[in-house]
């Protein structure tokens, strides 16, 4: 069975993999037997060094994803050096909390740019590349829950995340004839920095989204979504195509946390 979760011999991009989520995914296909290519905007040397330490190859770019016309120079770079790309993690993105009218465009557009179109066109490069080295790859694209469910003072965040679900549904439909798959995974709530720069009572904030995660435990690790990850990237996840995985401890499944009001557990047995 492990086999067919196994990406030994594979060649990963991960974006967005100088920490957080970003730098989990890597080390967690690097354990799974992947080669890693990581992108992100600093320089993800801690990364590396844990790709690294664990007998695996790993190239680092630093790159700025929001400079559209850079990716596909990028993407030709990334293939010419580090040799045919079997899966593409599109996981970089910004968060930024502000009301609806505080939003500028340049704002609006740089969300748009980091979330929904460099995860657009580096897959559209990426996918030439894997269809020409006649690759069954895989694009795994780190979607949110804010992509299926808006969440006030996010309004350019939810935008390009529910952007970012459907052109997972396109990408699946239009490389599925080559073999290629094209899958999302949405976290919940995870702890990592994403959240730092927001101007608000974050623990507040926090406490309040808390109360929303029915499992056990609250918030999610990073390493809660490697998993996720590693099968759509594998083997077995070959006939998944333009879903989402949602990994958010509950949190969409229920509607209000009423539970709390409700008298406590009795077991019947
Ligand atoms: N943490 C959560 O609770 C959560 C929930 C749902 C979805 N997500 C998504 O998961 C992904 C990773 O989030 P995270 O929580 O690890 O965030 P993070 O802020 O900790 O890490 C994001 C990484 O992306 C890089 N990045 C940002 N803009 C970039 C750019 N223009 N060019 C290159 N690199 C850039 C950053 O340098 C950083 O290393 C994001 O797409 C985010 O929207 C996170």
């Given at each position: 069975?492990?086999?067919?979760?196994?990406?030994?011999?594979?060649?990963?991009?991960?974006?967005?993999?100088?920490?957080?989520?970003?730098?989990?995914?890597?080390?967690?296909?690097?354990?799974?037997?992947?080669?890693?290519?990581?992108?992100?905007?600093?320089?993800?040397?801690?990364?590396?060094?844990?790709?690294?330490?664990?007998?695996?190859?790993?190239?680092?770019?630093?790159?700025?994803?929001?400079?559209?016309?850079?990716?596909?120079?990028?993407?030709?770079?990334?293939?010419?050096?580090?040799?045919?790309?079997?899966?593409?993690?599109?996981?970089?993105?910004?968060?930024?909390?502000?009301?609806?009218?505080?939003?500028?465009?340049?704002?609006?557009?740089?969300?748009?740019?980091?979330?929904?179109?460099?995860?657009?066109?580096?897959?559209?490069?990426?996918?030439?590349?894997?269809?020409?080295?006649?690759?069954?790859?895989?694009?795994?694209?780190?979607?949110?829950?804010?992509?299926?469910?808006?969440?006030?003072?996010?309004?350019?965040?939810?935008?390009?995340?529910?952007?970012?679900?459907?052109?997972?549904?396109?990408?699946?439909?239009?490389?599925?004839?080559?073999?290629?798959?094209?899958?999302?995974?949405?976290?919940?709530?995870?702890?990592?920095?994403?959240?730092?720069?927001?101007?608000?009572?974050?623990?507040?904030?926090?406490?309040?989204?808390?109360?929303?995660?029915p499992?056990?435990?609250?918030?999610?690790?990073?390493?809660?979504?490697?998993?996720?990850?590693?099968?759509?990237?594998?083997?077995?996840?070959?006939?998944?195509?333009?879903?989402?995985?949602?990994?958010?401890?509950g949190?969409l499944a229920d509607?209000?946390?009423?539970?709390?009001?409700?008298?406590?557990?009795?077991?019947?047995?």
């Amino acid at each position: 069975m492990s086999a067919s979760f196994s990406l030994s011999g594979r060649t990963v991009v991960v974006t967005g993999a100088a920490r957080g989520l970003g730098a989990a995914f890597a080390t967690g296909l690097a354990e799974a037997g992947a080669d890693l290519v990581l992108v992100d905007r600093t320089e993800p040397a801690e990364t590396a060094a844990a790709v690294i330490s664990l007998g695996r190859r790993c190239r680092s770019y630093v790159a700025d994803l929001a400079e559209t016309p850079e990716l596909a120079p990028l993407v030709d770079t990334i293939r010419r050096e580090a040799g045919p790309i079997h899966v593409l993690v599109n996981n970089a993105g910004v968060a930024r909390l502000e009301q609806f009218n505080e939003i500028t465009p340049a704002g609006w557009r740089e969300v748009m740019a980091v979330n929904a179109e460099a995860p657009f066109f580096l897959a559209q490069r990426v996918a030439e590349h894997m269809i020409a080295d006649g690759i069954e790859g895989r694009i795994v694209n780190i979607s949110s829950k804010n992509g299926l469910v808006a969440e006030a003072g996010l309004a350019h965040y939810n935008a390009s995340k529910a952007a970012l679900e459907l052109i997972t549904k396109s990408l699946a439909a239009e490389l599925g004839p080559h073999g290629i798959t094209c899958n999302a995974v949405a976290p919940g709530m995870i702890e990592t920095p994403i959240a730092d720069d927001f101007d608000v009572d974050l623990a507040g904030l926090f406490e309040a989204w808390r109360a929303r995660i029915p499992l056990r435990g609250g918030f999610g690790r990073p390493e809660d979504c490697v998993g996720a990850v590693v099968y759509l990237a594998s083997d077995a996840g070959r006939y998944v195509t333009g879903t989402t995985l949602l990994v958010d401890g509950g949190a969409l499944a229920d509607q209000l946390p009423r539970l709390r009001f409700l008298p406590p557990y009795r077991s019947s047995l």
